[in-house]
């Protein structure tokens, strides 16, 4: 069963042992955010702040929703323990059968409305995350809810949120992004304002689904019905023509003017970087401000990876390639984005079929939606198990030669996010993308292919059974791996 909103999403979390209530006053102001990140980097529970300095009891925070894959297996009502495997295929599954949203007279979001100077952002606990951001960044983790004015597709994403003052939004606004495309290309030529709306703490599967990366066309709030099994429950927001989740605990309406800009920055991003610098981005007007009693704000410090700006993609882009690459016939056995290199690369499992296949099956990762993002790609022989970064990261440096194995093209699309661009090529958006070709050259004589030597390849089938079933026989603790 689906949960109703966020709220039975934290009670489940706490039953598994993946929350931990911290009761103690808590300063919004660099201590919050330290807290989210420690337990980020120790694998500690998500801790869901209940006193904030300065703000009345019952204003809350939950930091870290989604850091593991522990709690998207959560959020997804899979079994805590699912696999990163059982993950990926879930998702690929589920979203084939795409669910439409149902839209309702109203709902927990409409508990409490502000409009118009009684809308205040820093009513809630926007918390000043790291040291040298450029301001209090109120969106983290959330939705930003807009439209196409052609064809109405609606779009779900998240694309960070800095508090400029009580009325005034300032985020991260990319061309390559939909709120980008949407804003410089049909928006602001026309001269129109573009109408938003931010949903902070959604029911669990919503917020994951809007930072997946979807293709454009599709609505988001479709796929997550999917993957829930049942349709996201909509309700119409009080000033702006568009529809949020109604068991949202906050949302935040108003518009994005043509043309105005002011600076946005630096943050704490998902790279494990700061960018360093300020930079003039378009602004977000509010209008009204709708929230629950006893709001929750939900919220995650980025950094150095693993955290919730890793993780959900990781399981999104891997599942969305590898259906892909087998829509397109190439004969992958499993796709995976790890985190923990920030999502800048790709490991493809496959057969390798012809001479200098890998070339064009990395080509195929790049054409993708998610293969935007991705700037180096690996290709290993099919016996090589993708989401296991020991078996990745042997096979890299024993399989790819390094001056035949690996093949650099420059000038392609990037982001200023990515750290080891110099500022001419941040400003102009230009990067590069790598292939590092890992499979034994197709050409070579079979008795000239080393054999690998592990403990699946190197002993009979009977033996391997017989030491795994008496593992704990031997002394060691636990199950045999």
Request: aromatic residues 10%.
């Amino acid at each position: 069963m689906a949960f109703r909103d966020l709220r039975e999403y934290i009670d489940r979390l706490e039953q598994e042992g993946e929350l931990v209530r911290v009761g103690a006053e808590v300063d919004w102001d660099l201590e919050l955010g330290g807290i989210v990140r420690r337990a980020t980097e120790t694998k500690a529970p998500a801790p869901f702040f209940e006193k904030i300095k300065g703000y009345p009891p019952g204003y809350r925070a939950l930091g870290a929703p989604v850091a593991n894959y522990r709690r998207i297996a959560i959020a997804m009502g899979l079994p805590p323990d699912s696999s990163l495997e059982e993950l990926i295929e879930f998702y690929i599954t589920r979203k084939k059968d795409p669910i439409k949203p149902m839209v309702v007279s109203s709902g927990p979001c409409k508990e409490v409305i502000d409009r118009g100077d009684k809308a205040d952002l820093l009513k809630f606990p926007a918390p000043m995350l790291h040291l040298g951001d450029g301001g209090r960044y109120i969106g983290t983790y959330h939705i930003i809810v807009t439209k196409d004015p052609d064809t109405g597709w609606v779009n779900w994403g998240l694309y960070r949120l800095m508090v400029h003052d009580s009325r005034t939004l300032g985020g991260l606004v990319l061309p390559m992004q939909h709120i980008g495309m949407l804003y410089y290309e049909k928006y602001e030529p026309r001269n129109q304002a573009m109408e938003f709306a931010i949903c902070f703490g959604t029911e669990p599967v919503s917020n994951l689904v809007a930072c997946f990366g979807i293709p454009m066309g599709i609505n988001e709030a479709d796929v997550a019905g999917a993957v829930r099994g049942q349709p996201v429950e909509l309700v119409k927001c009080e000033t702006v023509d568009l529809e949020v989740p109604a068991s949202s605990e906050i949302v935040v309406e108003g518009i994005m003017p043509p043309h105005e800009r002011r600076d946005e920055g630096p943050f704490g991003e998902y790279t494990g970087f700061s960018g360093n610098v300020a930079r003039p981005m378009p602004v977000y007007k509010v209008t009204a401000i709708t929230h629950r009693r006893d709001p929750i704000l939900t919220t995650c410090a980025a950094g150095v990876p693993v955290d919730d700006t890793q993780a959900p993609l990781a399981v999104a882009w891997s599942a969305e390639i590898l259906e892909d690459l087998r829509q397109r016939e190439f004969p992958v056995r499993m796709v995976y984005v790890p985190p923990e290199y920030s999502l800048f690369l790709c490991a493809v499992s496959t057969k390798v079929p012809y001479t200098n296949y890998a070339r064009k099956l990395a080509g195929a990762v790049w054409a993708t939606k998610a293969g935007t993002h991705i700037h180096y790609v690996a290709v290993f022989d099919e016996d090589v198990d993708v989401t296991n970064l020991t078996e990745t990261v042997h096979a890299i440096f024993t399989r790819c030669h390094p001056i035949r194995g690996i093949y650099q093209e420059a000038r392609m699309p990037g982001t200023p996010l990515e750290p080891y661009l110099d500022p001419q090529e941040k400003a102009n958006k230009s990067s590069a993308t790598c292939l590092f070709d890992c499979t034994w050259p197709k050409d070579w004589p079979a008795q000239n292919i080393p054999s690998k030597i592990s403990f699946q390849t190197s002993y009979p089938a009977e033996l391997r059974e017989k030491i795994q079933a008496n593992w704990r026989r031997y002394g060691f603790k636990g199950e045999s791996p």
